[in-house]
């Protein structure tokens, strides 16, 4: 079975939501919409406080290359522009928006039609996906033609399609794939067709076997397209990891993917694109899990940008008694949430209640030096020694050490016998480095 070549994982999956169909989330009263919700310059507001406007409207413009537009996701009145409190604690200029309705915009093609064929050119698809403020959905939030436009002189010759949500306890992109199978094949031929690319690979951890089967026998339908299926391991979602397994290139340090010839999008963000450019839909709602032991409801939801997690939560049976965090996310890679009046974002693939039991660190005691985490790490780094680094703002050494390199998947703190907090200390580490890193080149 397929997996990538160094390190990983296999914590206990706990997908309690598998297989339970998506739910449609009612509408709140007022949702908040950032303007900056995703990797790049924050869009710039283009609405002001009493304008009406529509689901899929625009109301803030992409600000920069690096950036993505922002819409509307559901019908009234702007309220105010002020800022508002993110799932990571800051500040950020948001859009609030009273409901009134859902009028959506005259040329979003709301039927369930599925079209096949698209005849678009590929710059004139860019251009939709631009349009329509797609970023990436499993994480990063890069905006997605961006990663669409190779640099002058790379060509991608394999597109590979993230199907793998590897992150124990999400199933938001599995039950996708089981309801929105064709659309995402489409979606495939879409963005193989912008990358100039004859072959797409799909991959998905073998612990899905109905989506494996189901998308199996959708792609054998179109040409250049298959499915691989992969060994459960974690992270075998990063985007690294999974272009060793899928096709056995190891990207180098410090390079993208289109060095070895691929390009890697995620399967949410590809039904995005099949929505964007078939149907002129933008990125103003997604799915997203709600899980935990003891939830009352854990299932997966559609949910519109900017509703705020307590509405959602809310809908699927509230808190559970005995919730010690709430980690927006999955467990590995998720941050806690200090309260649930933050808004839903584009990149909020899950909420999940952790049990008290489950979310008191244990005491930290002293590195053994079993060299476990060292054994795990996925990029071949050696965790202790960056913790130590940070600890003593070696910030040149951890530099050489490869810090940027770190994915921050959280295999080395899982495995830790001495329950040492390693990855909160690469973390800082590696965001004190990256400032000075970009520094340096500002000032050459």
Same mark, same amino acid.
């Given at each position: ?133 797609? %970023? /990436?959905?499993?994480? *990063?939030?890069?905006? #997605?033609?961006? !990663?669409?436009? +190779? ?6 010759? &394999? ?107 995620? %399967? /949410?963000?590809?039904? *995005?694109?099949?929505? #964007?450019?078939? !149907?002129?839909? +933008? ?6 899990? &709600? ?154």
């Amino acid at each position: 079975m397929k997996t990538f070549s160094i390190g990983g994982i296999h914590p206990k999956e706990n997908k309690f939501s598998a297989g339970k169909k998506i739910i449609e989330m009612t509408l709140p009263q007022q949702v908040v919409i950032p303007l900056a919700h995703y990797i790049g310059a924050p869009s710039e507001a283009i609405v002001k406080k009493g304008d009406l406007v529509k689901a899929g409207q625009l109301i803030g413009k992409a600000n920069g290359f690096i950036s993505a537009n922002v819409h509307s996701s559901v019908s009234g009145k702007v309220n105010k522009i002020d800022v508002q409190l993110d799932a990571s604690g800051y500040k950020r200029p948001s859009v609030f928006i009273d409901v009134e309705g859902d009028e959506w915009m005259e040329n979003i093609d709301r039927s369930s039609t599925i079209i096949r064929e698209c005849l678009l050119p590929k710059e004139e698809i860019l251009k939709k996906i631009q349009n329509a403020g797609i %970023v /990436g959905l499993g994480g *990063a939030t890069f905006p #997605a033609h961006v !990663k669409l436009s +190779p640099p002058s002189g790379k060509k991608a010759n &394999v597109l590979i399609i993230n199907a793998v949500e590897c992150e124990p306890y999400l199933t938001c992109d599995h039950q996708l794939m089981l309801e929105k199978g064709e659309e995402i094949i489409v979606g495939i031929t879409i963005i193989m067709k912008v990358l100039d690319v004859k072959r797409a690979v799909i991959g998905i951890e073998n612990n899905k076997p109905d989506a494996i089967a189901h998308l199996s026998k959708i792609a054998s339908q179109y040409k250049g397209i298959e499915v691989v299926a992969l060994k459960v391991q974690y992270p075998q979602g990063g985007e690294k990891q999974l272009i060793d397994a899928v096709i056995g290139r190891q990207v180098p340090s410090a390079a993208l993917p289109i060095e070895v010839g691929a390009v890697v999008q995620n %399967v /949410g963000t590809t039904f *995005a694109i099949y929505e #964007a450019v078939q !149907k002129n839909k +933008p990125l103003f709602e997604r799915v997203m899990t &709600v899980t935990g032991k003891s939830a009352a409801q854990p299932s997966n939801y559609r949910v519109r940008i900017g509703t705020l997690l307590s509405e959602v939560v809310t809908l699927a049976g509230g808190v559970p008694e005995g919730t010690g965090k709430i980690i927006g996310g999955g467990p590995m890679m998720g941050r806690s949430l200090m309260n649930l009046n933050v808004p839903m974002a584009k990149g909020s693939a899950g909420i999940l209640f952790m049990p008290n039991e489950e979310s008191v660190r244990k005491p930290m005691k002293n590195c053994i030096r079993c060299t476990k985490c060292v054994t795990v790490c996925p990029m071949g780094l050696e965790p202790f020694l960056l913790m130590n680094q940070s600890e003593r703002n070696m910030w040149p050494e951890m530099e050489k050490e490869r810090v940027m390199d770190c994915i921050e998947c959280g295999s080395c703190s899982y495995t830790c016998p001495s329950n040492r907090p390693l990855l909160d200390y690469i973390r800082y580490g590696k965001t004190t480095v990256g400032g000075i890193i970009r520094s340096r080149a500002v000032k050459k």
